[in-house]
């Protein structure tokens, strides 16, 4: 008893079903149609067809809700959409902290032959990846350049510790005599003050 239930309330759904997808089209077909008829007609005709206003003289405050039925064409519907966004300040005059908000579709405005270091799925990871290279390159320069530096500047420290350990040679024409003599005669005599008295007669 409850499969014969079951089974009728399903092809009831179903016959429900089958009636609303009929109507549907029969509505989308009749849209169409009027959709077809509109796009043959004027603005001003489409307007005084479905009893509307014209878009461009209404202004803040004006019930813009009638040009959003399906019924109206997309060419009517913008042209109140811009005369609505023109009337209201929030939406008229917006700020540059608006991301994306310049037209970024021109193609006028496009570089002829413009190159870049984007690439699809890698980003500029080529560019990031050359300016590694050159930075790893300056890094290894600098380096060789420092220990050059260096050497250079070791250089004399090592020629003077040379010439303090060097002994020093004493010569005399005289082979007696002795280093005490030698330095005796190499070294300056110092110089002594002397004083004179004169007693008065």
Do not use: C
């Not at 303090?164 to 110089?191: F, G, K, N, W």
Request: charged share 30%; hydrophobic share 45%.
């Amino acid at each position: 008893m409850s499969d014969t239930a079951s089974f009728w309330a399903r092809r009831k759904k179903a016959v429900l079903a089958e009636e609303q997808a009929a109507q549907s089209a029969v509505a989308a077909q009749s849209a169409a149609d009027e959709q077809a008829a509109f796009d043959e007609m004027s603005d001003a005709e489409v307007l005084s067809a479905l009893e509307l206003p014209d878009p461009d003289t209404l202004s803040l405050g004006d019930d813009f809700s009638a040009f959003m039925a399906k019924a109206v064409p997309d060419r009517i519907r913008r042209r109140a959409l811009r005369t609505l966004w023109r009337s209201n300040p929030v939406l008229a005059n917006v700020d540059m902290l608006v991301d994306y908000g310049e037209d970024f579709t021109d193609g006028a405005n496009v570089v002829e032959n413009l190159q870049t270091a984007y690439q699809v799925g890698k980003g500029m990871m080529k560019h990031v990846e050359e300016m590694a290279r050159q930075a790893t390159e300056l890094e290894a320069a600098e380096a060789i350049e420092a220990e050059e530096s260096a050497e250079d500047l070791s250089q004399p420290d090592d020629l003077i510790a040379a010439a303090d350990d060097a002994p020093v040679a004493l010569t005399s024409d005289e082979p007696d005599q002795t280093i005490d003599e030698v330095e005796a005669q190499v070294a300056p005599t110092p110089r002594r003050m002397t004083f004179r008295i004169e007693e008065n007669a």
